[in-house]
């Protein structure tokens, strides 16, 4: 149903918006997420990145909850995913 309503945003204004699908699994770890978010990525200036022309990005995380915990009892993907929103 997520997916569907992406679809329609993005079939409806192409040239405002796009979407990527994260599914996390058990051995989703944040090396594996840094490398999904960035990927539709690109250099705007200096330091910053950001989707190409004038779009906005959408990300659609599934099962968040799945990472396995580390050593520390933490989930470093959720970690660095919430270190991303805060940013």
Do not use: W
Request: with cysteine.
């Amino acid at each position: 149903m997520a997916k569907g309503c992406l679809r329609t945003i993005v079939k409806e204004m192409p040239d405002s918006f796009n979407y990527q699908l994260i599914n996390f699994s058990y051995y989703t770890d944040s090396t594996y997420l840094q490398v999904q978010l960035e990927q539709f990525l690109k250099k705007i200036a200096g330091k910053q990145f950001g989707p190409p022309g004038k779009q906005k990005l959408i990300y659609f995380i599934d099962d968040l909850n799945m990472p396995q915990l580390d050593p520390y009892d933490t989930q470093s993907a959720i970690a660095l995913l919430r270190q991303h929103a805060d940013y």
